[in-house]
């Protein structure tokens, strides 16, 4: 049974700095290609930062520079590095994992993430 479990959204101030975490269980995460995306209210979801399983990493526009993508496969577990957070960060954050960068296979059941004064 395949598992991706998300931790660490919460409230954060603009500017402010979280870090988000996924802990898959029940896939080879070395082969599984990994990812973040987000939806926000009356939003389609959208991608946020993919790695690869090798290690390459993709950004959308809007966070590259911000956000920093990266994967422990000791601990089988991808992390969402958010810095100097807008309030257009505020959104559900989703953990997938693929074989494919395209089409995920699997989805955690996300996390919220806040950006308010």
């Known amino acids: 049974q395949v598992q991706l479990v998300e931790s660490g959204g919460g409230l954060v101030q603009p500017g402010g700095a979280l870090r988000l975490s996924c802990a898959a269980s029940?896939?080879?995460?070395?082969?599984?290609?990994m990812g973040w995306y987000r939806q926000a209210p009356g939003l389609q979801r959208e991608p946020v930062a993919r790695i690869t399983n090798s290690g390459g990493t993709i950004y959308a526009a809007s966070v590259k520079g911000r956000f920093t993508i990266s994967r422990d496969s000791a601990e089988n577990t991808v992390y969402l590095q958010m810095n100097s957070l807008k309030p257009e960060d505020t959104a559900v954050y989703y953990c997938a994992a693929g074989s494919t960068l395209r089409a995920m296979d699997y989805w955690g059941k996300g996390t919220l993430v806040t950006v308010s004064s």
């Open positions: 029940g896939i080879i995460f070395s082969t599984n290609h």
